[in-house]
């Protein structure tokens, strides 16, 4: 049953929120720094290695261990503009409401991040913590694409196949992230730092991030 708890937690039918965020893909769109299936693979890949896979992996397992307060602050603290906080906590909030209706209980502190509260259910259910990093890669994965799918705009034939081979990566940095130490956590990502921030004043959007 854990894992049918698992794919209920990275299915994108979960209500939460994620399908209106775009996290900062949005902006890269508007800007023409993503036009097509080849240079939207380039910047959803990089933000996975170079900001998801060094800052929020290493923290869900952090999560998973039980130590929320002060690693829910310091991942809140990480988010470099006001829609990435707000996106994080739209989405902890929501899922933190929902895990208390399923009779799992609540994250422990005032303000979930969305990682917090995955983890947190991660753990009620029993799910080894590294099956529940790469089911939380993967649901971040594929809102990615389905942001790239609907804005780019790309085939849905060209987002599975950028979807297949950008989801090979992930084994891979599950295993970084259970070697990371709190030193090696890094969240260098300048480029979505400042298509976010322009976001937040882009006169038509689609996403909230």
């Known amino acids: 049953m854990s894992l049918a708890k698992l794919l209920q937690l990275a299915s994108p039918t979960l209500p939460v929120g994620a399908y209106s965020y775009s996290g900062g893909l949005e902006a890269a769109i508007e800007a023409g720094a993503v036009k097509d299936a080849a240079t939207a693979e380039q910047w959803i890949g990089d933000v996975l290695e170079f900001s998801v896979a ?116 992930l084994p891979f940095f599950v295993e970084k992230a259970k070697e990371m130490k709190d030193e090696d956590l890094g969240n260098f990502a300048p480029g979505l730092a400042m298509f976010s921030a322009q976001h937040e004043t882009q006169y038509s959007r689609l996403f909230r991030s």
């Open 54 to 169: 060094r800052m929020e992996a290493p923290m869900l397992l952090a999560f998973m261990s039980g130590d929320f307060p002060e690693v829910n602050e310091k991942f809140l603290a990480s988010r470099e503009t006001a829609e990435l906080r707000a996106e994080t906590v739209q989405m902890g909030y929501s899922l933190n409401r929902l895990l208390k209706d399923l009779g799992v209980g609540e994250v422990p502190v005032e303000e979930p991040s969305f990682p917090a509260a995955f983890a947190f259910a991660a753990a009620h259910w029993k799910i080894a913590p590294q099956d529940a990093l790469q089911a939380y890669l993967w649901a971040w994965l594929e809102n990615q694409v389905m942001a790239a799918v609907k804005a780019v705009p790309l085939g849905q034939t060209d987002g599975q196949k950028l979807l297949l081979r950008l989801a090979d990566r």
